[in-house]
């Protein structure tokens, strides 16, 4: 998802406590992607509670949110709105590999191979307007605000970060710098051991955070080629050039200078290049919004997950007080916190 430039930038590592007191926007669509994903039972098969509906994502949002706020982390979801026309060849291939993974998830399961049933109930996951809705349910009830993109939402976020109101980004994908967000936390909402794909080899998930200027500087080049750098390589609004990775797209876009000298010179066009370029530069975001945290609202919580979802009512008081002690009692929390 989004445009395979990370390897590229310049990460350094990231501790959690360095985030306390920071507002975060969280992208929302990409945590609760990554929740849906890693959140399932050995073969694959998502969290439940018994009339069928999916919890995974519940399960996330409330214990990995305790435990960033408990930190001292202001979070702030960040949700997508209306996808851009640009956008429309990437979904169909999207909904494709979806489908195409629930078949082989089935079959796998059938089959009883655990680690093939696995990743193909991964790629099959899909965050779904029930989902979403859900997951604001909750998000109110536990005091997090959300923000509501017009179009995407690592768009709206980076805006909210070069206007002051978020200190970071929180998103595995490098969009969010293509925008132009100065600060990009990766692995926050995610964390502990992963397995490599196709590989039996486990590595650790810690906080790593991403600083553009930073970047930029260690690639000598401003953030007009970093567009162009994406574009090559591909984004979610075009496939990107044959055969080019992202350290050749470097190479060559330091050697032509822009995309534009780029494709004349390989005797290539690009009919939405300028769009792109645009899009990744003036995005549809909104000044509509109101960063504004508040105290758990216990009642609400245990009645949504414990009474709607199955959701262990003594795991759950734990999340709650541990939600309640940062945001609760105490006047200079509150005054920290607000």
Not at 30 to 41: A, V
Not at 73 to 100: C, M, Y
Not at 304 to 330: P, Q
Request: charged share 30%.
């Amino acid at each position: 998802m989004g445009t395979d430039i990370g390897d590229l930038l310049r990460r350094k590592p990231l501790k959690i406590s360095e985030l306390s007191f920071r507002v975060v926007a969280i992208d929302a669509y990409n945590t609760l992607y990554q929740f849906l994903s890693i959140i399932r039972q050995r073969d694959g098969t998502p969290l439940k509670d018994s009339n069928g509906n999916i919890t995974s994502h519940l399960s996330g949002i409330l214990y990995r949110m305790a435990n960033l706020m408990e930190s001292g982390i202001k979070p702030v979801f960040v949700f997508d709105g209306k996808p851009p026309d640009l956008k429309s060849s990437t979904n169909e291939k999207r909904a494709h590999v979806r489908d195409n993974a629930s078949t082989k998830w089935a079959e796998a399961k059938e089959q009883g191979l655990a680690e093939e049933s696995f990743k193909y109930a991964q790629a099959s996951s899909k965050v779904d307007e029930d989902i979403v809705s859900s997951s604001k349910r909750l998000l109110g009830a536990m005091g997090i605000p959300f923000v509501e993109s017009p179009s995407e939402g690592e768009a709206q976020a980076s805006y909210m970060v070069k206007k002051g109101d978020a200190d970071f980004i929180a998103s595995q994908d490098y969009d969010s710098l293509v925008f132009g967000s100065p600060m990009v936390v990766r692995n926050l909402t995610i964390s502990g051991k992963r397995k490599l794909p196709n590989k039996k080899v486990y590595v650790d998930v810690k906080p790593e955070l991403i600083d553009l200027q930073e970047s930029l500087e260690k690639l000598g080049i401003d953030h007009d080629q970093l567009i162009d750098i994406a574009i090559c390589v591909g984004t979610d609004y075009n496939e990107g050039l044959e055969g080019i990775g992202p350290k050749k797209a470097l190479d060559l876009i330091k050697k032509y200078d822009n995309a534009d000298q780029l494709l004349e010179s390989k005797g290539l066009e690009l009919d939405t290049l300028e769009e792109i370029r645009s899009f990744f530069h003036n995005p549809p975001v909104t000044d509509s919004y109101e960063l504004k945290w508040g105290k758990p609202d216990k009642n609400a919580i245990l009645a949504f997950l414990c009474d709607e979802h199955d959701f262990s009512r003594d795991r759950v008081l734990k999340a709650i007080e541990r939600l309640d002690s940062f945001s609760g009692n105490d006047q200079k929390t509150l005054d920290q916190w607000f």
